[in-house]
């Protein structure tokens, strides 16, 4: 049922809303363990695996071996004081601890809460677009994931396998029933946007011997690909390039950041493939109006 006929029911609308929004606050706290955890989980794991390689298994940091997503428990990084139920409450914990620990008192980063009430607009306006219904709910997954991936890269400079590739098979799936493109579109899309910037890549190399972007950039493109259909392409590397040159001479300008510092790229790909999901027809019509008008 789309959610426009359940607001019309004025009972309803609070509740409907109330609950969206509440369920994207509560799956933007999951996403802020996700983005803090994955990465250090897969470099525990990377360590580990090359201390076995190298058969140096006595300096194992055994310790720490059951840091994942789940485990341990949720805890203050500085005290290591446990984090109580009611002290993980999205944003409004937040406002009542006043930005600070309940245990040693130092600042909670301003991101978190952030992260919390972006997911949960983004996933209000992702339902509120598709309805309640399947469609609405793969829109917000691949919402989630792109919050995930770019606030780790922004991090790391990691775009994980773990949640690029899932992506990219849930695109493949949705559209094998024609959900958002046809499955020939989606296909062509992923295989399209992995090849793009992988010979982009190597061109780059050749000529100046050194890497332009990360694997994780193909696979981030493949899967957006894979969602929106390789016609959607060129305009998402249009919009990430175009953000990304202005946030980057920004950067070099404003804040005298050294140019030879790497910058993520998988935020701009990110960004500019959310806003080319919902609005690239209407942009490149836009264009296209706007070029024979000229």
Same mark, same amino acid.
């Given at each position: 049922?789309? /959610?426009?006929? =359940?607001?019309?029911?004025?009972?309803?609308?609070?509740?409907?809303?109330?609950?969206?929004?509440?369920?994207?606050? /509560?799956?933007?706290?999951?996403?802020?363990?996700?983005?803090?955890?994955?990465?250090?989980?897969?470099?525990?794991?990377?360590?580990?695996?090359?201390?076995?390689?190298?058969?140096?298994?006595?300096?194992? @940091?055994?310790?720490?071996?059951?840091?994942?997503?789940?485990?341990?428990?949720?805890?203050?990084?500085?005290?290591?004081?446990?984090?109580?139920?009611?002290?993980?409450?999205?944003?409004?914990?937040?406002?009542? &601890?006043?930005?600070?620990?309940?245990?040693?008192?130092?600042?909670?980063?301003?991101?978190?809460?952030?992260?919390?009430?972006?997911?949960?607009?983004?996933?209000?306006?992702?339902?509120?677009?598709?309805?309640?219904?399947?469609?609405?709910? %793969?829109?917000?997954?691949?919402?989630?994931?792109?919050?995930?991936?770019?606030?780790? @890269?922004? !991090?790391?400079?990691?775009?994980?396998?773990?949640?690029? =590739?899932?992506? %990219?098979?849930?695109?493949?799936?949705?559209?094998?029933?024609?959900?958002?493109? !046809? %499955?020939?579109?989606?296909?062509?899309?992923?295989?399209?946007?992995?090849?793009?910037?992988?010979?982009?890549? +190597?061109? *780059?190399?050749?000529?100046?011997?050194?890497?332009?972007?990360?694997?994780?950039? *193909?696979?981030?493109?493949?899967? &957006? #690909?894979?969602?929106?259909?390789?016609?959607?392409?060129?305009?998402?590397?249009? =919009?990430?390039?175009?953000?990304?040159?202005? /946030?980057?001479?920004?950067?070099?300008?404003?804040?005298?950041? !050294?140019?030879?510092?790497?910058?993520?790229? #998988?935020?701009?790909?990110?960004?500019?493939? +959310? /806003?080319?999901?919902?609005?690239? @027809?209407?942009?490149?019509?836009?264009?296209?109006?706007?070029?024979?008008?000229?």
């Amino acid at each position: 049922m789309p /959610i426009t006929e =359940l607001l019309q029911t004025p009972s309803l609308m609070l509740g409907v809303i109330f609950f969206i929004l509440s369920f994207g606050l /509560i799956v933007g706290s999951f996403l802020n363990v996700v983005i803090y955890r994955l990465p250090l989980s897969m470099l525990q794991s990377w360590k580990r695996e090359c201390e076995e390689f190298l058969e140096n298994n006595s300096e194992l @940091d055994t310790s720490t071996t059951t840091f994942n997503i789940a485990f341990p428990a949720s805890h203050c990084p500085k005290c290591k004081a446990k984090v109580q139920p009611w002290q993980n409450i999205p944003i409004l914990s937040y406002i009542l &601890l006043k930005g600070r620990c309940a245990s040693c008192k130092s600042p909670i980063a301003i991101r978190y809460p952030l992260v919390e009430l972006a997911t949960g607009l983004l996933t209000g306006f992702c339902f509120y677009s598709y309805g309640l219904s399947l469609e609405g709910l %793969l829109v917000a997954v691949f919402t989630w994931c792109l919050i995930s991936l770019t606030m780790i @890269d922004i !991090d790391h400079k990691l775009l994980p396998d773990t949640i690029t =590739l899932p992506l %990219l098979w849930l695109g493949l799936l949705a559209n094998s029933g024609g959900l958002f493109v !046809d %499955l020939h579109s989606a296909l062509y899309g992923a295989a399209a946007g992995y090849l793009s910037l992988w010979s982009v890549y +190597w061109v *780059f190399k050749m000529l100046t011997g050194k890497e332009g972007m990360g694997f994780g950039d *193909f696979k981030l493109l493949a899967a &957006l #690909g894979a969602w929106m259909g390789w016609q959607m392409l060129p305009l998402v590397i249009i =919009l990430s390039s175009l953000v990304g040159a202005v /946030i980057g001479i920004a950067g070099i300008l404003i804040q005298g950041r !050294d140019k030879n510092v790497p910058i993520p790229f #998988g935020p701009y790909l990110a960004i500019a493939g +959310w /806003i080319a999901f919902f609005w690239g @027809d209407k942009i490149t019509q836009a264009y296209l109006q706007f070029a024979k008008v000229g």
